[in-house]
């Protein structure tokens, strides 16, 4: 109605909801321009979406005041501005899905603590693993024996092919990408290492060299010997077209592909040949890639392009590296590793976060040649790795993925939410691209689909704070931070993902109508 009649309640629909005051020629092509999103508002009466039920009460709040936290913050911790939101959020407690601020507001995370959550906050049978080895041994370094680190281990190498069996337990994603440098390097007897621009393997002064995300890089020497080649990225790349990617949600760019056969997937491998023929020596030392780029966005390369770069790279010589901080542990859904969905067998896989639900761990794993390469030339050793706790922690988890089928969740629910998500694209210009496999989604804001330019910070940032304000927290990442990262704990509902989705729609109703003003 409001489109084909531009009179009076087309007048009192702009001045009392938008405070727009248009004349009359003007309107016909207000609404024109505007009609996905105007249809949505329903007259400007949307109102917050209802978050679904949750039946966990949290304890009150008694620590440290708000005022006072920040006080502390500001003198004693680091002052990289690292925080969300114009006034960072103070968790107090966690339930499966959902964090309690300190205020008793409750929240729906869609971002794990940066995909590391992977079974739920305070899991209660990985809280109950914890507890009984807490009073059992805290620790003691691996040059003693004790069950928990030997109980992972067969664990954690029954669900890797042959010949990736060999494991070294460390405490984070960045240290365990350091080690797998030095791996390929004592077995390539090579130096040279490649990885993609827009990756994120680490901070740490090896793995900067790798990390190709300029927010991350410093004035300072890192990483020498790194190499950088051009990501695939079919959405923002020179290439792409609408059949490249594992996943139910392709770009909306055009191509004259056909099964089997994928031109952009030829063209970046030309690209990744111009590498290996002008930026590296003869032979290399290896090759790291994330199976999907999780700091960047999200992003995905076209299907086929790792197995012949894979090829390429062995090659030269080098080793090749999956980086599964971010995508392993079944979050992806059709497979329990990022690398088995692009049917690849890497020399070495290094894994963090989801490992331990949160708690420091990761590790390296390895075939028994590389591991023996290594031992060769390097006596290594540490301190933390393999912590009795944290083994005990990591065979909860791995042990509630299987009995809760959280894999399979994260296909049915993912694959539910990522077609959801991918009519908000169709709905709204701004929404450039949606992408992802499993519950690792991306949203790529843009300024417009036909220029694909990213949409500016500030207005990405207010869509970031109007989610929050409805109880729904999600990530950023992108070099220009202009795509929101979604990567939920992976025992989330239907029900839940429609309240998210709704969300979202609704923070961009909103910022569609701070620009009509």
């Known amino acids: 109605t409001l489109l084909k009649n531009h009179g009076f309640l087309s007048n009192f629909y702009l001045q009392n909801y938008l405070d727009i005051d248009l004349g009359s020629s003007q309107l ?50 680091s002052p990289v501005a690292t925080a969300f939101f114009q006034k960072p959020l103070l968790l107090h407690q966690g339930h499966m899905e959902w964090l309690f601020d300190s205020e008793g507001n409750r929240y729906l995370d869609f971002f794990s603590g940066i995909v590391t959550v992977g079974v739920g906050h305070c899991h209660p049978k990985v809280n109950a693993a914890a507890q009984k080895q807490l009073s059992r041994l805290w620790h003691t370094s691996s040059v003693f024996f004790h069950p928990p680190m030997h109980t992972y281990a067969e664990q954690l190498s029954a669900l890797l092919p042959e010949p990736l069996k060999v494991i070294f337990l460390v405490n984070s994603g960045s240290e365990a ?18 990885s993609f621009r827009g990756a994120y393997h680490g901070c740490s002064p090896y793995t900067l060299g790798m990390t190709n995300v300029m927010a991350y890089k410093t004035g300072l020497s890192s990483g020498m010997g790194c190499r950088s080649t051009m990501c695939p990225d079919v959405f923002r790349g020179p290439w792409g077209g609408s059949y490249c990617r594992d996943s139910p949600a392709q770009t909306i760019r055009k191509c004259s592909c056909v099964p089997d056969c994928c031109q952009a997937k030829e063209q970046y491998i030309e690209q990744f040949k111009d590498t290996l023929n002008t930026s590296v020596a003869k032979s290399v030392a290896g090759f790291f890639a994330e199976p999907i780029q999780g700091v960047n966005g999200i992003v995905q390369y076209p299907k086929g392009f790792l197995k012949e770069a894979f090829k390429l790279v062995r090659e030269r010589g080098g080793v090749c590296i999956a980086d599964e901080v971010q995508t392993g542990f079944g979050r992806l859904g059709s497979h329990f590793w990022g690398f088995q969905t692009h049917d690849v067998m890497p020399d070495i896989v290094t894994m963090a976060k989801g490992i331990g639900n949160g708690f420091p761990m990761a590790a390296v794993v390895t075939t028994p040649e590389i591991a023996r390469s290594l031992a060769k030339r390097l006596l290594h050793f540490n301190t933390f790795g393999g912590n009795p706790l944290a083994c005990a922690i990591g065979s909860a988890v791995l042990e509630v993925i299987e009995e809760e089928k959280l894999q399979e969740n994260c296909q049915e629910v993912g694959t539910y939410m990522l077609l959801k998500l991918a009519k908000l694209r169709d709905e709204f210009d701004i929404v450039g691209d949606v992408r992802g496999k499993g519950l690792m989604i991306g949203i790529e804001m843009v300024q417009d689909k036909m220029s694909r330019q990213p949409l500016p910070p500030q207005e990405v940032s207010q869509i970031h704070e109007d989610c929050k304000n409805m109880g729904l927290i999600v990530g950023r990442g992108g070099i220009f931070s202009q795509t929101f990262r979604i990567a939920p704990p992976m025992c989330i509902t239907k029900p839940e993902v429609d309240f998210a989705v709704e969300v979202f729609r609704s923070a961009l109703i909103q910022h569609m109508e701070r620009r009509a003003k």
């Open 177 to 194: 990408n350091d080690l797998a440098m030095q791996m390929a390097r004592a077995h390539s007897n090579n130096t040279d290492i490649i």
């Open 28 to 77: 016909g092509a207000f609404f024109s321009k505007n009609a996905s999103w105007i249809s949505g508002t329903k007259l400007g009466l949307h109102s917050k979406p209802k978050m679904p039920p949750c039946d966990f009460l949290p304890e009150k709040y008694q620590s440290l005041a708000y005022n006072h936290i920040l006080e502390i913050h500001k003198k004693h911790l």
